[in-house]
């Protein structure tokens, strides 16, 4: 287990729950943020993704922002966010539905098509994995711009998929 994966276990230990497959980050994760943690999540991912010539970090609104963002400097590239609303500014876009257990809704990702080019290298990261619903419309997205998904890596891998590369999975957190 990796230093960030003990760090991060011990925190939810300390300062979260775990809830069945609910597990409860608010202080630190996605409502409070630490910006420390955050930095020591990105620079585990950012290091296992440093030698696959990543071009683009990808997430969704809202939660993976902060991690997109730190893993995207560390690699030295940019990173975009798809949009649950489609802005009146963005002109020709992708668009993929995506369900929310969460927050139990159906949203619509939107990614312009200026900041998503054909070819492409691109990294998809989010804070948690659960039903792959957003993973699946990011998918949808990339292959519509014709670029390429070279990898995923979430904070906390709930489901069943070990393609992702993960900090924790359920299982660890459930030991």
Known sequence: MSYAS??????IKREGSIDGDVIKVDRFLNHMVDPQLIDLLATDIATYYAEKSIEKV???????IMLAQAVAGMLG???????KKLPLTMGPHYAAASYSYTK?????LYIAKEVLRPRERVLFIDD??????????????VEQAEAMLVGSAVIINKSQRRDI????TLDQLRT
């Open 58 to 64: 990808l997430t969704a609104e809202t939660s993976g």
């Open 6 to 11: 003990q760090t991060l276990l011990e925190r």
């Open 77 to 83: 590239v940019s990173f975009v966010y798809a949009k």
């Open 128 to 141: 948690f994995l659960a039903k792959g619903s957003t993973l699946k419309a990011i998918e949808e997205i």
């Open 104 to 108: 139990k809704e159906s949203t619509t």
């Open 165 to 168: 590369y993960s900090i924790l």
